[in-house]
């Protein structure tokens, strides 16, 4: 009678976090937005969230949370708290919805939206800085791959 020897364990796969680009794009975007977050964090102590709902309701008045989350694709709790932060201060200011009296729409307050007039060409600076050592043909490159990305690569990932 012969035992049979046991099949080796396959290796777990490698993964190689440094090389693994969800990783990479998630640590560039955490840097990024840090170091922007210098710029309107001292000045009028806002956080990431606080500045990405203001900045979202200067291009898109009139959106609820929930929206402001969408678009974001920021936790519904953290943009929630964000709203909080920045209607106790005064920068937005929440209205019901003229059509719909269950819903509830964001807007800048005239403070908001000089906050946002101030803020905006600081980062838009950032932005430029970031770039600066690309030339204007590989920007415009890396915007097309991170649209096919969002386009592409996203909805076939998540199998939609």
């Known amino acids: ?82 709203v909080a932060r920045l209607l106790e201060r005064g920068f937005i200011q929440r209205e019901t919805h003229g059509d719909d009296r269950r819903r509830s729409v964001l807007h800048l307050t005239p403070a908001g939206v000089e906050v946002y007039q101030v803020v905006a060409p600081m980062v838009l600076e950032c932005e430029r800085r970031l770039l600066a050592p690309f030339s204007e043909d590989e920007q415009r490159l890396l915007n097309r791959l991170i649209d096919r990305l969002a386009a592409e690569g996203l909805p076939s990932m998540t199998g939609r």
């Open 1 to 82: 009678m012969t035992i049979a020897t046991p099949a080796p364990t396959p290796d777990p796969p490698s993964l190689d976090l440094e090389r693994f680009l969800p990783y990479r794009i998630s640590v560039l975007s955490n840097r990024i937005s840090s170091n922007i977050a210098r710029v309107y964090g001292e000045r009028y102590g806002m956080a990431v969230t606080e500045w990405r709902v203001m900045a979202v309701l200067a291009l898109y008045p009139g959106l609820s949370a929930g929206e402001v989350s969408e678009r974001t694709a920021m936790d519904k709790v953290a943009v929630s708290r964000a």
